[in-house]
């Protein structure tokens, strides 16, 4: 068979072009969206952010200055997860 957009020959079963990488079908369906994953992770790190400073206004011991910390630091990577997912979509 042909390819449809640099007229090469390629194999029958072929998926792309190997010369122009273009399809040789049509989608069959449409990706699916990953958009309600991005909402879960905006409400976990909103819920990390509340639990942290209630830990930290309620509680004045060594631990639970070191619960408060570790929680900070688990919303700071929740975001800079986030802020990367952000970039590459």
Do not use: H
Request: proline letters at 1%; glycine letters at 4%; a positive charge.
């Amino acid at each position: 068979m042909q390819c449809i957009k640099c007229q090469t020959e390629i194999a029958d079963n072929a998926l792309i072009c190997f010369r122009c990488g273009a399809a040789t079908t049509d989608r069959q369906r449409e990706p699916a969206a990953n958009q309600r994953r991005g909402v879960w992770l905006w409400v976990a790190l909103v819920v990390l952010v509340v639990l942290a400073l209630f830990v930290d206004q309620q509680l004045e011991t060594a631990l639970a200055r070191l619960g408060a910390a570790l929680l900070f630091g688990a919303t700071a990577v929740a975001a800079y997860v986030a802020a990367r997912r952000r970039v590459r979509s």
